[in-house]
């Protein structure tokens, strides 16, 4: 059955037509092309039966969550989807957070209920759709040395005694030491250390990643802690079809580009930086993954299931995504379903669908599809209008 997502208009998303979140809605939902407005930072697309934003059926207006209540041999008999499924469009820097494991999480949900609202890990994987901006884990000691070493105003922050034990002592005790440091930092020093380090990238003589990330992350957060966890964590950059993983307690965040992300159920966030709201930093230092790595250790790799699917299969059991790219030369194509459902989403391209047994109806770029247990198929027949052919995303239950 065909869904609509819901949307979501966080301030840090990309404005109106920029924006993928509306562009993917506009094509899909015609209550949405109403109110549509330039000005409006359309951030997420939420696809799923979340409590906080569940999609509608698009036929009838009617709540996912109630269809899945009624009938849940819809998703397998389990009382929820246990994923959400989003497309994220983002101007403005997200906070650099992690996520407590299912144990931290539930210890936390008991003892600050008000802060961690459930018990629940949230596990997530982001998968670029343009050019993608992002940080995720720490960088490894000795290039976390040089970084340090290199720019005097952290030198004096963090203290050169402790950057050294990165050199004598190359591990995650060492990393832990150094963020520590800066976590625990007064926010005079914090200003002083990030005005002298703008003076310095003004001259335009530095890295150009590292002078774009440092510049965009300090217009949106100027004297921001975050700001100087740039210098810590890995720059990814990443393109159209590249993934991260976000284990929990690994620090990351997002920083620009459009992308596809599917996450187990939870609001659990504990922040670090670029953001106005809470940091809970003794928390945050606690669960913290200090383990560090290249920026090419943090791509995901996918795994071909098809002669034109790849999986994204993470080590959790919440979810996993498999990217179907079927070029202009196919007619025909097959996309297989799962024993809890799944959730479709084009993002290219014309077909006409046909569940087993049921009529065929069309899907569009925009369009979303939720996929009951009882579909063992989704039958595509194509009619070829794109230059990349057809392109779609599907979240389901990960039991490979």
Request: charged share 20%; with cysteine; aromatic share 10%.
């Amino acid at each position: 059955m065909e869904i609509l997502g819901n949307i979501k208009t966080y301030d840090w998303g990309s404005l109106g037509s920029q924006s993928k979140v509306a562009q993917l809605a506009l094509k899909n939902d015609e209550n949405f092309a109403k109110e549509f407005n330039e000005s409006t930072p359309y951030a997420e697309l939420w696809m799923g039966d979340h409590v906080s934003g569940p999609s509608l059926i698009k036929a009838t207006g009617e709540s996912i969550s109630k269809i899945i209540e009624n009938d849940n041999s819809s998703i397998g008999g389990t009382k929820s989807l246990p994923f959400l499924f989003k497309v994220l469009s983002i101007t403005k820097p997200l906070s650099i957070q992690v996520h407590p494991n299912k144990e931290q999480a539930e210890r936390l949900h008991a003892s600050r209920p008000d802060v961690y609202k459930d018990p629940n890990h949230k596990p997530e994987i982001s998968i670029a759709l343009t050019d993608f901006l992002a940080l995720c884990g720490f960088r490894t000691p000795t290039e976390l040395y040089n970084l340090l070493k290199k720019y005097q105003p952290l030198t004096d922050l963090i203290g050169g005694d402790t950057i050294d034990e990165l050199q004598k002592q190359p591990n995650n005790e060492s990393i832990k030491m150094c963020y520590t440091k800066l976590m625990h930092s007064p926010q005079e020093e914090i200003v002083k250390c990030i005005a002298e380090l703008s003076s310095i990238f003004k001259e335009g003589k530095e890295d150009a990643t590292l002078t774009k990330v440092f510049d965009h992350c300090n217009h949106y957060f100027p004297n921001d802690i975050g700001v100087l966890s740039i210098f810590f964590l890995n720059i990814v950059q990443m393109k159209p079809g590249q993934a991260i993983f976000l284990a929990a307690n690994v620090p990351h965040a997002y920083l620009s580009g459009d992308c596809i992300e599917c996450m187990a159920c939870s609001d659990n966030v504990i922040r670090a930086g670029l953001t106005p709201k809470f940091k809970d930093v003794e928390t945050l230092l606690e669960m913290l993954d200090f383990t560090g790595n290249t920026v090419e250790e943090k791509f995901f790799q996918s795994i071909p299931v098809g002669p034109y699917s790849e999986l994204f299969k993470p080590p959790v059991k919440d979810f996993a995504v498999i990217q179907v790219k079927v070029p202009n030369s196919v007619q025909n194509y097959c996309i297989e379903n799962r024993s809890n459902g799944s959730i479709i989403i084009v993002l290219k391209g014309n077909a006409s669908a046909a569940f087993k047994g049921r009529e065929l109806f069309e899907l569009k770029e925009g369009s979303i599809v939720f996929v009951p247990a009882c579909i063992k198929s989704v039958g595509l027949t194509f009619n070829h209008s794109d230059q990349d052919g057809f392109i779609a995303y599907q979240a389901l239950y990960n039991d490979f």
